[in-house]
């Protein structure tokens, strides 16, 4: 089947360490973004990116880092420069970056600072 | 820049009642609009969007959305509730122009009591 897959479903981080989320998606979508998800706030925006070898900032991107080496893939490390990176984390995708296109979302990951 | 207002953080029904779900928006050009739907622990999935045409959208589930210029708003509705819609509900508004950047409000809990 299609989709968007997000590993591991739950990571434990310690302080200082730095970790990487995967996301793979097999949809052929140009487009893919990651999200981070808190309780009362909704989604924020962390990276996205258009085509392969570019991506750009979202609202909250300090702390985190992106690559886009494969089309179909979208990794989200979380360095130890993020303070508070206790949340569930989104990855999605959608067919091209324009307006309007229906956005399609991973199952999530859960990362626990311990 | 582009908001999203969604009211009532926690909504309660009977099975069988009424679904009323609050989203208004904020944009200065003509928006593109979306409500997702979101399990426990899971990703989002999209239930209806709104780009132009017709602005009663229907969507899955039995749920339907009416896009109201004059009132920005983008309502959600279900004639009668069931158990499995208990869920989170996200409206969100597409960035509009060159990007495809979801903005979200901060979610509708669905509480469905027997």
């Known amino acids: 089947d299609g989709g968007i897959t997000q590993s591991p479903k739950y990571l434990f981080r310690k302080e200082g360490q730095n970790v990487t989320l995967s996301c793979e998606q097999n949809?052929?979508?140009?487009?893919m973004y990651w999200y981070r998800q808190d309780p009362g706030q909704g989604l924020r925006l962390i990276y996205y990116s258009q085509i392969v070898n570019d991506f750009q900032k979202g609202d909250i991107a300090e702390g985190y880092s992106v690559s886009r080496e494969k089309k179909e893939s979208f990794p989200l490390t979380v360095t130890s420069a993020q303070k508070n990176p206790t949340a569930f984390y989104l990855c999605a995708s959608s067919p091209r970056q324009t307006s309007g296109n229906t956005i399609y979302f991973g199952e999530g990951s859960w990362l626990t600072v311990v | 820049a582009q908001s999203v207002t969604q009211l009532g953080s926690h909504v309660s029904v009977s099975e069988g009642a009424l679904v009323l779900l609050r989203c208004n928006y904020s944009?200065?050009?003509?928006?593109?609009l979306f409500w997702y739907v979101q399990y426990p622990n899971q990703g989002l999935q999209l239930l209806l969007k709104y780009t132009t045409g017709a602005t009663l959208v229907k969507g899955i589930n039995g749920f339907e959305a009416e896009f109201k210029k004059s009132e920005t708003s983008f309502h959600l509705t279900k004639p009668s509730a069931h158990m499995s819609d208990a869920a989170e509900y996200f409206c969100a508004v597409s960035d509009s122009g060159a990007t495809n950047k979801l903005i979200f409000g901060t979610g509708t809990l669905l509480a469905v009591q027997p």
């Open positions: 949809l052929n979508h140009d487009a």
């Open positions: 944009s200065s050009v003509p928006p593109y």
